[in-house]
């Protein structure tokens, strides 16, 4: 199977899971309805979107709660078990793993969050490497905030090891990154569409992101140049977690103040 054909039947099953969010659907159920063996479409699902196909499912079940609990007036139960959780208790503690704050919080904050605080310490920079780079823009649309930070996964989640909000696409310096295996993840959205919280921004706001990674930082080399390139999102791209368009408009409204 080509490329392009493994594509489309990956696109096929993410459409079905945002059908499906809140059945219980099992990798089974995916590979059954994609024609291959379980671990087959496996392979083929983490080929095409970098990530396993539970861990897509999961992702897209607390982005649509996320979209609820700004949008609905659902109490937190209610929206787990709209996207598939049989527990509530399940359900906050994975939200916010993966989004940085409770439901209940994300829904007073409007879904705001603050900005990341980065770390400090001489002990740490003297342990630690900068990361920089330049992020150009592929496509049309001009593009607003832009949040960029390294994550332990290819999905957005949690918060960044080391992040900056910029006010455009361009040079950005990462600080304080300690040494491991990181994925650097950013996103970018049109200007006038920060506040957008809900996920249901029209073609001119639609959000472009880029990723490069995995990428090994070892603490004997201080600089590291990573560029990286913003592309219109796309259904097969892992759902953003974090509330990346939130943290670039609070972080925008702190250096107006």
Same mark, same amino acid.
């Given at each position: 199977?080509?490329?392009?054909?493994?594509?489309?039947?990956?696109?096929?099953?993410?459409?079905?899971?945002?059908?499906?969010?809140?059945?219980?659907?099992?990798?089974?159920?995916?590979?059954?309805?994609?024609?291959?063996?379980?671990?087959?479409?496996? +392979?083929?699902?983490? +080929?095409?979107?970098?990530?396993?196909?539970? +861990? !897509?499912?999961?992702?897209?079940?607390?982005?649509?709660?996320?979209?609820?609990?700004?949008?609905?007036?659902?109490?937190?139960?209610?929206?787990?078990?709209?996207?598939?959780?049989?527990?509530?208790?399940?359900?906050?503690?994975?939200?916010? /793993?993966?989004?940085?704050?409770?439901?209940?919080?994300?829904?007073?904050?409007?879904?705001?969050?603050?900005?990341?605080?980065?770390?400090?310490?001489?002990?740490?920079?003297?342990?630690?490497?900068?990361?920089?780079?330049?992020?150009?823009?592929?496509?049309?649309?001009?593009?607003?905030?832009? !949040?960029?930070?390294? !994550?332990?996964?290819?999905?957005?989640?949690?918060?960044?090891?080391?992040?900056?909000?910029?006010?455009?696409?361009?040079?950005?310096?990462?600080?304080?990154?300690?040494?491991?295996?990181?994925?650097?993840?950013?996103?970018?959205?049109?200007?006038?569409?920060?506040?957008?919280?809900?996920?249901?921004?029209?073609?001119?706001?639609?959000?472009?992101?880029?990723?490069?990674?995995?990428?090994?930082?070892?603490?004997?080399?201080?600089?590291?140049?990573?560029?990286?390139?913003?592309?219109?999102?796309?259904?097969?791209?892992?759902?953003?977690?974090?509330?990346?368009?939130?943290?670039?408009?609070?972080?925008?409204? /702190? +250096?107006?103040?």
């Amino acid at each position: 199977m080509d490329k392009f054909s493994e594509q489309v039947v990956v696109e096929r099953v993410i459409v079905s899971m945002q059908e499906n969010l809140g059945e219980r659907l099992t990798v089974d159920d995916m590979a059954r309805s994609a024609m291959f063996s379980k671990f087959h479409f496996t +392979r083929v699902f983490q +080929r095409v979107t970098g990530v396993s196909p539970a +861990r !897509f499912l999961s992702a897209m079940r607390i982005q649509e709660a996320k979209r609820l609990l700004v949008s609905t007036a659902f109490t937190v139960a209610d929206i787990s078990y709209q996207v598939g959780y049989n527990s509530p208790g399940t359900f906050s503690s994975r939200f916010k /793993e993966s989004v940085g704050v409770s439901p209940i919080a994300y829904r007073q904050l409007r879904g705001y969050a603050p900005v990341p605080a980065q770390r400090r310490g001489s002990e740490l920079e003297s342990r630690s490497s900068t990361l920089r780079g330049d992020m150009q823009v592929c496509g049309e649309g001009e593009r607003g905030l832009t !949040f960029v930070g390294l !994550f332990r996964d290819p999905i957005p989640q949690g918060n960044p090891v080391s992040c900056s909000v910029l006010s455009e696409p361009g040079d950005f310096v990462l600080e304080n990154v300690p040494e491991g295996t990181w994925y650097l993840l950013a996103q970018s959205v049109a200007p006038g569409a920060e506040e957008t919280v809900t996920g249901s921004i029209g073609p001119d706001g639609a959000p472009f992101v880029g990723s490069r990674g995995p990428l090994v930082v070892h603490q004997d080399v201080p600089v590291i140049d990573v560029d990286l390139d913003l592309r219109p999102a796309r259904a097969m791209d892992p759902p953003v977690l974090l509330a990346l368009l939130d943290v670039r408009t609070a972080a925008l409204q /702190e +250096r107006a103040s």
